[in-house]
């Protein structure tokens, strides 16, 4: 099993719509956590971090669940500029990421 | 302020021939992170610096991969012997450490895509 899993996707979404990605982690000792965002032959860029709390960014909310050891990230009101690949991220010691292999997002007109 | 950069963005390397990848971080980053990532897939780790100490190369899939950080600021990747396997972007990150330790933001550089046939 994969350390951090995602469904790789393509999530084909209308503008407009609301869409949710979720990401599984196999260690619970695991203590940070992140989302990514990867546009086509780009380096990936800092989305949001994730609290135990939950977090909100705009129209980004990210919420952590250690029960079950997953991580999620909703997007409402989706934009053409929001197509993208989203990479989930999770520290497993402070400082050595794990990254999920990404989930495709495609907003379309 | 600059960002991270990486030279060369795209190198074309015959099978065997032995090629080195720099990453210049943001100045003042402590530390500094090399990925692999293949097409499809998210970064994989490979390497960690904190200053000039190479504290973790768990990630480096052979012994033909090595990576150094001498000053603690431009760190290369070097690669002998290249395999066609080896083909990939290789994507170097820095960033500065919180206080309380455990979890950093990463600033990426554009990367190198390497292609080795």
């Known amino acids: 099993r994969k350390e951090v899993e995602q469904d790789p996707g393509p999530f084909n979404v209308p503008e407009g719509a609301t869409v949710a990605f979720n990401c599984t982690y196999s260690n619970s000792a695991s203590q940070s956590f992140f989302w990514y965002r990867q546009d086509c032959r780009k380096e990936p860029k800092l989305l949001m971090s994730v609290y135990s709390s939950g977090n909100e960014d705009g129209r980004f909310t990210a919420q952590l669940n250690r029960a079950s050891q997953y991580i999620s990230l909703l997007i409402r009101d989706s934009k053409l500029s929001d197509s993208a690949t989203y990479l989930c991220?999770?520290?497993?010691?402070?400082?050595?990421?794990?990254f999920g292999r990404g989930t495709s997002l495609i907003v379309h007109p | 302020g600059a960002g991270v950069s990486q030279s060369p963005r795209y190198k074309v390397a015959k099978r065997g021939q032995d090629v080195a990848l720099r990453c210049d971080p943001i100045s003042g980053h402590v530390s500094l992170f090399w990925y692999q990532q293949a097409l499809g897939q998210g970064p994989e780790f490979l390497t960690y610096f904190q200053n000039e100490a190479q504290l973790d190369k768990s990630g480096l899939p052979s012994d033909r991969f090595f990576a150094e950080r001498p000053e603690g600021s431009v760190s290369t990747l070097k690669i002998q012997r290249t395999q066609q396997e080896d083909s990939a972007v290789y994507l170097c990150?820095?960033?500065?450490?919180?206080?309380?330790?455990?979890?950093?933001?990463?600033?990426f550089g554009p990367g190198t895509r390497l292609l080795v046939l």
């Open positions: 991220v999770v520290n497993k010691r402070s400082y050595i990421p794990t």
């Open positions: 990150a820095s960033s500065h450490p919180r206080e309380r330790g455990g979890g950093e933001t990463q600033y």
